[in-house]
């Protein structure tokens, strides 16, 4: 069990005072102040309790920092941390291949074809003046004094168990770990008493179920459901479109939006939602001014623009805003136009931060938009709440008031939220009712380099946040030149699913195909894939090791397979089945979507898989029955048992089919293939 034994823990007042000591689980006086320090055991893991009252000085900001019993014996670490490790080339990729992507002359000199990451980041221990990040980066430290600063997760194996050490945002403590082994705490506001549980520790023998545990112990003192507990977002469902890459600010209207959709729509491209991003709004010296559309844009405002999508066979139609409302905040007319009162901020005006002043602003917006037709939200910019109020709120009590608000607007409104920027504790602490967000930085198109390393991101994050909410990889291009690969991890995230594409001739046709059914449906696993057991603490990026993430579709075992070597070596490995996160049994006929190879394998044996740089390959286990038969699905899908029903009664298989195509199946060792149309029953 996890202890505190030998550990230093430092107060700090607003004067400069510290005062240290030798940590003991109990209630003492410490330099004029009163600490209770408990750790609430169980099974599973432990909760970390604080609570300090200072007599005659107002404590820090940064009010307690403490030693975490990690030692050097560490088998391995993987940290999630919201320092910006990617900040030496990120702004210069955005600048060039955004623009390069719309066919127009790049704004900045082009990013390293092969950059360095994790790279170095300048830290000072403020985070007003450090460049912490909105996104989380997964770093692999090669010991514990090397853990990055605003690190919100850390697993790490000692001896035969996993810890997964979880920082939080709860009572009146905001937690982060780093930089080494440390917990350090914010407040964001000088006071005279604080209590909080600023971190969580799962443990247990598995890796995967220590995250579970820790998300567990998170839930009993944060208002954080899991994802399993909460609605699926209707927009989940089937392919959507997003005008950001496809249009930036500059292009966005209503005259192009229409002619993308139409174009894709008339090309069989079965887009069936749509959302509108960054840059419909009417501005005023940066701030948003009006809640209609800006007229040069969107003459005849968002209910003709929805009616007229809808026309073309769009089902469900979002709206892109930030937390703040926008970058800036609002005017005071956008206040008057709904009746409501803000909270000054700069030159804008931005939700009040308690409960009932920021729900009175969302609700009457969202009921404004419900009205216009939209049915979803995409909420930016969550990670700013911290800095809006520095100084004026405490930091976990105005993030959940911002975060509980939002949602609770949202679903009074019947709109689903997608969240982005938004993977500080103070926003995952408090998704009580949302149930997707964003866990990596944007998609940039065309830029080798982004495929791996958005990849890589996305995939060591959706460790941790997919027990929040459905993960979202971001849009993407189908005609990028990583389209496929790219197209593979959003298959896997288990997440939503939409491109940004701007010209429609060139969209990649038979991509989409693969990856949908006719009616538009995407083709997704059963629960967000997790990367395999064998690289939770290995770099996929800088070591000569496949990227690998498993999942299931169908009840089916599945496996992706990525070479995102920073190098672009090939790389040729044996990967054993007991490597997969979920236990296997029995016998399978493996088949490697891609290459078409097959063959029959035992729950402890391994595939051989050779791939060069970004190339990708998808294996689907399909368990043989009596050693004898097994139905592997439709040869034309990513997964190809996504659309079967399969029903099996004793030595018998009868499949009815979802969608046309080829039906895979193996019979005494033989692998056959017969031609099939939606609803056919087939019995092998």
């Known amino acids: 069990m996890w202890t505190l034994t030998n550990r230093s823990l430092t107060v700090r007042f607003i004067n400069g005072e510290e005062c240290a000591y030798k940590v003991l689980e109990s209630s003492f006086k410490l330099c004029d102040s009163e600490l209770s320090l408990n750790i609430l055991r169980y099974d599973y893991g432990s909760i970390i309790e604080l609570s300090v009252r200072s007599d005659k000085i107002d404590l820090s900001e940064y009010p307690v920092t403490m030693d975490l019993d990690l030692n050097e014996q560490a088998q391995g670490l993987l940290a999630l941390t919201l320092l910006n490790l990617a900040s030496s080339f990120m702004d210069r990729a955005f600048n060039y291949y955004n623009y390069m992507a719309q066919g127009k002359t790049p704004r900045s000199e082009p990013p390293p074809e092969r950059p360095e990451y994790p790279g170095n980041a300048n830290y000072v221990g403020k985070w007003e003046r450090d460049p912490v990040n909105c996104w989380a980066f997964p770093t692999f430290p090669r010991g514990p004094d090397k853990i990055p600063p605003y690190t919100v997760f850390l697993l790490t194996k000692l001896g035969n168990s996993y810890r997964a050490y979880l920082a939080l945002s709860s009572g009146q403590l905001t937690g982060f770990i780093g930089p080494g082994p440390k917990l350090i705490t914010f407040t964001g506001k000088p006071s005279r008493s604080i209590k909080g549980w600023p971190l969580v520790v799962g443990i247990s023998k598995d890796p995967y179920n220590a995250v579970e545990n820790a998300v567990k112990l998170a839930s009993m003192v944060a208002p954080i459901k899991h994802r399993r507990s909460k609605v699926r977002p209707r927009f989940m469902v089937g392919l959507g479109w997003c005008s950001w890459n496809a249009l930036l600010t500059e292009d966005l209207n ?37 809640v209609k ?152 198109p065309m830029w080798r380099a982004d495929a791996k390393l958005h990849t890589l991101w996305s995939v060591y994050n959706s460790l941790l946040y997919s027990h929040f909410a459905y993960p979202d990889y971001d849009m993407w291009m189908s005609y990028d030149q990583s389209a496929r690969l790219i197209a593979v991890t959003r298959v896997f995230s288990g997440g939503p699913i939409y491109i940004t594409d701007r010209e429609p001739e060139r969209t990649n046709v038979e991509l989409i195909k693969w990856i ?79 290459s078409g190879e097959w063959g029959i394998i035992e729950a402890n044996g391994s595939i051989k898989v050779e ?74």
């Open 254 to 290: 209503h005259e192009s939006i229409v002619r993308i959709i139409k174009g894709l729509r008339d090309r069989g491209v079965p887009i069936r939602w749509v959302l509108i991003d960054d840059g419909w709004q009417e501005l005023s010296n940066g701030v948003l001014n009006s």
């Open 293 to 444: 559309p800006d007229p040069s844009k969107f003459p005849k405002g968002f209910r003709a623009l929805i009616d007229e999508l809808k026309a073309l066979g769009i089902e469900d139609v979002g709206l892109w805003f930030t937390i703040n409302m926008y970058w800036r905040g609002v005017t005071e007319d956008f206040l008057n136009s709904l009746g409501v009162e803000g909270y000054r901020v700069g030159e804008g005006y931005v939700p009040i931060p308690n409960l009932e002043g920021a729900f009175k602003l969302y609700d009457a917006w969202l009921r404004l938009l419900k009205a216009e037709g939209f049915g979803f939200v995409k909420v930016d910019n969550q990670w700013i709440v911290h800095r809006l109020y520095w100084g004026l709120a405490n930091d976990a009590e105005a993030s959940r008031a911002i975060e509980l608000a939002l949602q609770l607007a949202a679903a009074s409104n019947g709109l689903d939220v997608l969240n982005c920027m938004d993977m500080a504790p103070g926003n995952y602490g408090n998704y009580a009712l949302s149930n997707a967000m964003r866990i990596s930085q944007d998609y940039i």
């Open 516 to 594: 949908t059914l006719s009616d538009g449906e995407v083709i997704r696993v059963d629960e967000p894939a997790l990367p395999t057991r064998d690289i939770l603490f290995r770099d996929p990026y800088n070591e000569s090791v496949l990227l690998k993430l498993a999942s299931t579709v169908n009840e089916y075992p599945v496996i992706a397979f990525m070479n995102i070597n920073r190098d672009g070596l090939r790389i040729s490995e044996k990967f054993r089945l007991d490597e997969m996160p979920m236990k296997l049994g029995g016998q399978y006929v493996y088949y490697k979507v891609i």
């Open 611 to 684: 791939l060069n740089e970004l190339e990708v390959e998808v294996i689907v286990l399909a368990p043989l029955i009596n050693g004898s038969k097994a139905v592997i699905g439709m040869a034309e899908k990513v997964l190809p048992p996504y659309p079967l029903n399969l029903i099996k009664i004793n030595d018998r298989i009868v499949v009815r089919t979802r969608d046309e195509g080829t039906l895979l199946y193996v019979k005494d060792n033989t692998l056959s293939r017969v031609n099939v149309k939606a609803s056919d029953i087939i019995e092998v």
